[in-house]
């Protein structure tokens, strides 16, 4: 079956420095990726999107690769402040008009 | 103003009640989502309507109907309450449908829901 995973761990990480966040899939072959952010008691946001002939995307201080090969997409964050931390969701499509969210990486940035 | 909308935002009922959740969207999209957070955080999707009609429908029991009056509302109406209802319920919208499009989808801020 498909199955979506992130890290349930928090990552804690000083204030600037870079966070890498990890999404691995199984099973399918998704032809777009999308990462989105969720505050506590918020929806989630969209961040950025990234669509499988493309290996990088990037968007102000975020940057997101898709290795289609490892089934893997890495979101990165450089120069992280504390207004950074939130929990992070990627969302493979699924086919079928279907997104599926992985259950996401609490991102703690310490100033 | 804002895009995505959902009442309440917080929910205290007692077991076996029949509750509603109401959304409106003001971004013109076509289809509208129904999504449950547990305790765990995952995001699972209910229910999508695309122009007031139901496109998918994910195992979710039959005490749990959703009805779209419009194609800019989806209510999410739920019957005999039970405990393992308790979750975040989020509405949520995008311009056709998600995932294969690329399309990307606005949530509300979500309805807190306590079934005690």
């Known amino acids: 079956s498909q199955k979506i995973e992130q890290n349930s761990e928090a990552l804690n990480i000083q204030e600037g420095k870079t966070a890498t966040l990890t999404c691995n899939y199984t099973?399918?072959?998704?032809?777009?990726l999308q990462w989105y952010r969720q505050d506590p008691g918020r929806g989630p946001v969209f961040l950025l999107l990234?669509?499988?002939?493309?290996k990088e995307k990037r968007k102000e201080r975020l940057k997101v690769t898709f290795d289609t090969t490892l089934k893997q997409s890495l979101f990165h964050i450089t120069a992280s402040q504390p207004a950074d931390s939130a929990t992070y969701l990627c969302?493979?499509?699924?086919?079928?008009?279907?997104?599926?969210f992985g259950g996401g990486t609490r991102l703690m940035v310490k100033p | 103003d804002t895009a995505v909308s959902q009442t309440p935002k917080y929910l205290v009922t007692q077991m076996g009640n029949d509750k509603s959740i109401k959304c409106e969207q003001n971004?013109?999209?076509?289809?509208m989502y129904w999504y449950k957070q547990d305790s765990k955080k995952f995001l699972k999707i209910m229910f999508s309507?695309?122009?007031?009609?139901?496109?998918i429908n994910e195992t979710v029991p039959n005490r749990f109907s959703p009805k779209s009056p419009d194609k800019a509302h989806l209510n999410l109406h739920i019957n005999s309450l039970e405990l393992g209802d308790s979750a975040v319920y989020f509405c949520?919208?995008?311009?056709?449908?998600?995932?294969?499009?690329?399309?990307?989808?606005?949530f509300g801020e979500g309805s807190w829901l306590t079934v005690v």
């Open positions: 949520a919208s995008s311009q056709g449908g998600q995932g294969a499009s690329g399309n990307t989808i606005y």
């Open positions: 099973n399918y072959s998704p032809a777009y």
């Open positions: 990234i669509r499988e002939n493309e």
């Open positions: 969302a493979p499509d699924t086919g079928g008009n279907m997104l599926t």
């Open positions: 971004l013109g999209h076509d289809t």
């Open positions: 309507y695309n122009n007031k009609e139901l496109i």
